[in-house]
């Protein structure tokens, strides 16, 4: 699958950004220039050689602040989508061959996640237990998850009767060895989609939370949390907003782009557009659409 997105345009851009989005993670707080967290007299500094991006109403450098933020922006995006991928493929899937009982429940508690507003959730919970960026993201992570559910749900019933299945139950199979075997196989593709945009999604749920200082102790700098420093001072620095906002807005493009790119390359369309190029790049044996010569 890997090679078929990168196959596409698309998937090309969309990996790219997102190796870079994560390069900043990884190495941003050793690339900022200036200590993101040290104040100055020279607050609302324009851009200059010494402040690539000008200092916030404190002094401090908003290009090493922007650097340094980028780690919990990506965790925290990251630990929304793990978190919705356990709590809800895993039951998603035992939901076919888990029996009737175990089935109404899990459907029952995705319905009663999907009715709960999961901002507002959130919030309470983070009032009880403290303000902290983790729990933040594991209780929305959790809220998430009924459209991991879902997902497997879907695509393991529609192999769960397939011939190859019901002969493996006859011959006395275990559930966890079908799983293994024959359903995540065919489940991972549509989890794969589900994740990429989840990852996006998460990226839009850390970045409000952290707009409203929720989740992070100030003066711990975030994306959010810029964006959200620099609309108090439009009036000086009008144009001061734009690169948190776009950073925010490239990275869940990419995620949704990598999504499409997954989805483009995998089942019968995927097979189709194999066919397609296979039969462009030289002459060899005649390919149908379902991908078999």
Same mark, same amino acid.
């Given at each position: 699958?890997?090679?078929?997105? *990168? @196959?596409?345009? &698309? !998937? $090309? ?8 989005? %994560?390069?900043?993670? +990884?190495?941003? =707080? ?63 899937? *035992? @939901?076919?061959? &888990? !029996? $009737? ?8 508690? %995705?319905?009663?996640? +999907?009715?709960? =507003? ?176």
């Amino acid at each position: 699958m890997v090679r078929r997105v *990168l @196959s596409l345009t &698309s !998937g $090309r851009i969309a990996v790219v950004i997102l190796v870079l989005i %994560a390069l900043l993670a +990884v190495c941003g =707080p050793w690339l900022a220039p200036q200590d993101p967290l040290a104040t100055s007299d020279n607050a609302l500094a324009s851009a200059s050689g010494s402040h690539w991006l000008g200092t916030d109403h404190l002094g401090r450098d908003v290009f090493s602040r922007l650097l340094d933020g980028s780690r919990i922006s990506v965790l925290g995006s990251l630990e929304v989508a793990l978190t919705a991928l356990v709590v809800g493929a895993v039951p998603g899937i *035992l @939901s076919v061959y &888990s !029996g $009737r009982v175990f089935e109404w429940l899990t459907l029952r508690l %995705a319905d009663t996640l +999907v009715a709960l =507003p999961f901002m507002l959730f959130a919030i309470a919970v983070i009032a009880l237990l403290g303000n902290g960026i983790t729990q933040a993201m594991l209780v929305t992570g959790v809220l998430v998850s009924p459209l991991f559910y879902r997902v497997s749900r879907a695509a393991t019933l529609a192999v769960a009767r397939s011939p190859y299945v019901e002969a493996a139950i006859v011959s006395g199979a275990s559930v966890g060895w079908i799983v293994r075997r024959h359903v995540w196989v065919k489940v991972l593709p549509p989890i794969a989609v589900a994740l990429a945009q989840t990852i996006g999604v998460g990226f839009v749920i850390v970045s409000s939370l952290t707009f409203l200082g929720i989740g992070v102790q100030p003066p711990a700098p975030t994306w959010g949390g810029l964006l959200a420093t620099d609309l108090g001072y439009l009036s000086h620095q009008p144009w001061a907003p734009v690169a948190p906002a776009l950073l925010i807005m490239v990275t869940v493009w990419a995620c949704n782009l990598l999504a499409d790119a997954i989805r483009d390359v995998s089942g019968e369309a995927g097979r189709a557009l194999a066919g397609r190029r296979r039969a462009r790049t030289g002459p060899s044996a005649p390919v149908t659409v379902g991908g078999s010569r």
